[in-house]
C-alpha cells in the first residue's frame, strides 16, 4: 500500500525547534516532488516547502524563509522539514505530500492539487 507517515510533531514553546519526518512505503521517494503542506483553522492551505527528490530544487513561503530546511534522505526513503524559531503563527497540521512533477517546484507547492499523495498529518502547536 502506497503510503506517506509523518512524525515528530508535539507542543513546543516559541523559539522552539522540531524536525518532522516523512517515510514512504510501498513507493520511493527518490522521482518525486515532496512537500509540507499545512493547515491551521480559520486559515487557507499553505505550501511550506517543497523539494524535487530528483534534483533538489526547494521552494520555502516567505512566512518560514530562514527558519525551516526541508532535506531528503533517499537511502532512507524519508524527507525532513527541520523548524527553528518557531513562532505561536507556525501552530498548524502538517502534511507530507509526494507527486510527480510537472512544472517549476515553486509553482507546484502553491497548489495541493500537484500532489497524488497525502499523510495523515502531524500536530505542531507553538504555544507559551
Known amino acids: 500500500q502506497l503510503q506517506l507517515v509523518e512524525s515528530g510533531g508535539g507542543l513546543v514553546q516559541p523559539g522552539g525547534s522540531l524536525r518532522l519526518s516523512c517515510a514512504a512505503s510501498g513507493f520511493t521517494l527518490d522521482y518525486y516532488v515532496i512537500g509540507w503542506f499545512r493547515q491551521a483553522p480559520g486559515k487557507e492551505r499553505e505550501g511550506v516547502s517543497c523539494i524535487s527528490s530528483s534534483y533538489g530544487s526547494t521552494y520555502y513561503a516567505d512566512s518560514v524563509k530562514g527558519r525551516f530546511t526541508i532535506s531528503r534522505d533517499n537511502a532512507k526513503n524519508t524527507v525532513y522539514l527541520q523548524m527553528n524559531s518557531l513562532k505561536p503563527e507556525d501552530t498548524a497540521v502538517y502534511h507530507c505530500?509526494?507527486?510527480?512533477?510537472?512544472?517549476?517546484?515553486?509553482?507546484?507547492?502553491?497548489?495541493?492539487?500537484?500532489?497524488?499523495?497525502w499523510g495523515q498529518g502531524t500536530q505542531v502547536t507553538v504555544s507559551s
Open positions: 505530500v509526494a507527486g510527480h512533477r510537472w512544472t517549476a517546484v515553486q509553482e507546484m507547492c502553491k497548489s495541493d492539487r500537484s500532489y497524488d499523495y
